[in-house]
């Protein structure tokens, strides 16, 4: 009687399939895309402003170090001297908001940078997971530093052009989903710790002082790049040991699901005191729309100006890069097509409108790292993740 011929070894689709060749069709649009949005905003924040002379007086309020309504304007933080010139710049910039001199401002502000928390934590990500070590994307302290002196608007869709360039092909999906789980355990700590605690503690707590106001809202200027080194360092300390596959992914979602909430909580607080107090400064027009008319008003104005159209091309350009991943998870599973897209654009605009930008890309996110695994797995069918 002949032997019987052993069964070889199983192992999953995605180390038994060669790596697609293919790629993202049209991929030179979305590049344009974000192109474009880094190049308006750069032109409506950086350049028209200066030509404009906006925001009013703002280098004569940082020479003289005082601010307009004759506040002084602390001049030492650090000791450096490098460091507390720009330690002064930003300060000034935000003080309208975190003094709590104009409500409007300050609702503007905490709007926008307790939703900024969810790109945070989603960049965080990006930069742990395996198949983005050693790529650009994944030094997200520099773009860090850039966007807190230069502007999101500006950076954040140059982030996006970078990561649309290089996972362009449909190997870049297919492969590398993983985040060692060392960091995924420390994610979580990191980033409430090095961002979430700091920005709560500036925008939601009272402050006497203006004097401490000024000297946090220096503290706070990186508290991005307190969330990387945090990570780094909280990644030595936990246990990095796993043996369950696909471990880390619930570390993730955890932190997805902190980033929905907090951003969804200073959406409907900023919705609510826009639809029931009589200030008129807490409108949404006067809170999120640009406003030409009175940007050369006073410092604040111009200011103001400044941070909505940040706000406008930070989350715009992530939103579409959100709408991007999804497209990219569809298309690589085989279940891409009109319907489905348009559904995914409504549902984000959608979120968005409700709960906040921050929320949406929270939620794209959490959707998404199941459907990553599906693909690492070869499967076309939902599987719990």
Known sequence: MAPTKAKPPTTDASSSSPPSSAHRPANAL?????AAIATTTTWLMRVETVLQ???????????AAKF???TPLVARYTGVTALDEV???LVAAFMEGTAGWDVGVRAHQTWFLMNWFAIICVWSVEACRRRNAGRVISFIALFSSLYQVIGAAVIAPIYYLIYAFTSSGDAYHQQGREVPIGYAKALLPAVIIGYLAPT???WYVPLSSLETVQFLTAFWQPTPLYASALLLIFSFLVSSSSTEKNGDAKYLKRVYVLAALASAFSHIHTLYCAFTLDDPRFSLGYVFLPNR???KDSMGQGLHYIFQIDAFGAFGSSLFWCWLMVYDSLRVLGQSGVVPLVKAALGIVLVTLIAGPGTAIAIVFHWREKRLIMIENGSKKAKSA
Do not use: I, M
């Open 30 to 34: 979305f590049l344009l895309t974000f």
């Open 53 to 63: 002379g906006v925001p009013r007086n703002f280098q004569a309020v940082v020479d």
């Open 68 to 70: 307009e309504n004759g």
């Open 87 to 89: 330690a002064k710049f």
């Open 200 to 202: 709560v503690a500036l």
């Open 293 to 295: 008319d009175s940007w």
